[in-house]
């Protein structure tokens, strides 16, 4: 699976738009970028995918790069529930295949 | 719906004891299931996956072993525990085409 580079952490104030840097610039024609969040003490949640569209759910949206290269996780209105470590990932996106989390980037949402 | 369980949520073990942690998943069938440790300050480490029954792939070769027992359970093992065994383990599972993973709530372990 291809590396992703993440800042460390992140700031935002409540009710803002935070938005989350990742790079992977070695990503390969049939790898998916994914986000996942962990609040601490709990199990990591899956927020959203993509291929090379732009997607968006409930929870966020997902800012796919022409080239692929780059992404950005975007939560429009972000409240302190928000606060987490938000991972990017990118893999194959069939069976069997596991997640190969990196450091994350640590979002403070602050009021 | 599907659910998974781990437990337990917190253990304290001694070095040198044996530890066993269990992780169930419901409302599914066939699972790919997987171990993950996040030790203090660190990210999340894959351990092992299984895409069946009695199929394990360990990602990092360390005192600890897995075993997929019946095709909804997944035992996470030692013998003798290390202090560096101390972290929050977690079990998740995924279908067989799924592309997301589910995640238990963990077992925060403290090896004294």
Request: hydrophobic share 35%.
């Amino acid at each position: 699976d291809a590396k992703t580079t993440q800042p460390p952490s992140m700031d935002c104030a409540e009710g803002r738009a935070a938005n989350l840097p990742c790079n992977h610039s070695t990503i390969s024609g049939n790898e998916y970028v994914y986000w996942y969040r962990q609040i601490h003490s709990q199990g990591p949640q899956y927020i959203i995918h993509g291929l090379k569209n732009n997607e968006t759910n409930e929870m966020a949206s997902l800012i796919i790069t022409e080239d692929r290269k780059s992404s950005t996780l975007i939560l429009p209105h972000a409240t302190l529930r928000d606060t987490a470590v938000y991972y990017c990932i990118v893999r194959v996106g069939d069976s069997g295949y596991a997640l190969n989390f990196g450091k994350g980037t640590s979002l403070l949402v602050t009021p | 719906s599907q659910t998974i369980h781990q437990w337990p949520a917190t253990l304290v073990q001694p070095v040198g004891s044996p530890l066993s942690l269990e992780c169930t998943v419901e409302g599914t069938s066939n699972p790919n299931l997987y171990w993950y440790r996040q030790a203090a300050g660190r990210g999340l480490q894959l351990l092992f996956y299984s895409v069946g029954i009695g199929q394990i792939s360990s990602e990092v070769p360390q005192n600890l072993s897995a075993s997929r027992p019946q095709d909804r359970q997944f035992i996470l093992s030692s013998k003798k525990l290390l202090l560096s065994d101390s972290g929050f383990y977690l079990c998740a599972w995924s279908g067989m085409w799924d592309t997301e993973a589910f995640f238990g709530q963990g077992t925060r372990l403290t090896v004294v």
